[in-house]
């Protein structure tokens, strides 16, 4: 797969009067790959974002009726996702286990950035030194 940077490299070689045979081995890439990279845009700008699910939802139909009120319930978002995975195992026997730890922590992730508690507001305050005491040396007696 044709990085950014091996793009960058390819492009900046041909600036400077390298064949393309030449370019394409500095970056590390085939004469093919460089014909099709050496214009338009990067491949990072390529990429489409990908909207299918590849494996079905293991906790769909337990999600709403289950998972959501116990996290409404909870304002201070002290709720794991270790604890909530253990209690649906004993509700459901053989339908979840650890190895779904991870997509729940994500789902819960998700679902605390868009429903959960408000996040504390923290603006860094900066003291740039000589600031607070600037003066133009103007005598004040005048006044």
Known sequence: MIKDRQVRLLRQKLM??????TAAAMAGMSVRSARKWQRGSLP???KQERWWRTRPDPFDGVWEEE???LLRGDPTGKLKATTIIEWLEE???GRFDASQLRTLQ???QDWRA???P???VYFPQEHPPGREAQ???THGKAL
């Open 16 to 21: 400077k009067g390298k064949t393309q045979e």
């Open 44 to 46: 990072s700008e390529t």
């Open 67 to 69: 998972i959501e009120p």
């Open 91 to 93: 509700r459901h026997p």
């Open 106 to 108: 994500r789902r819960l």
């Open 114 to 116: 868009l429903h959960g």
């Open 118 to 120: 408000g996040q504390e």
């Open 135 to 137: 003066m133009d040396f």
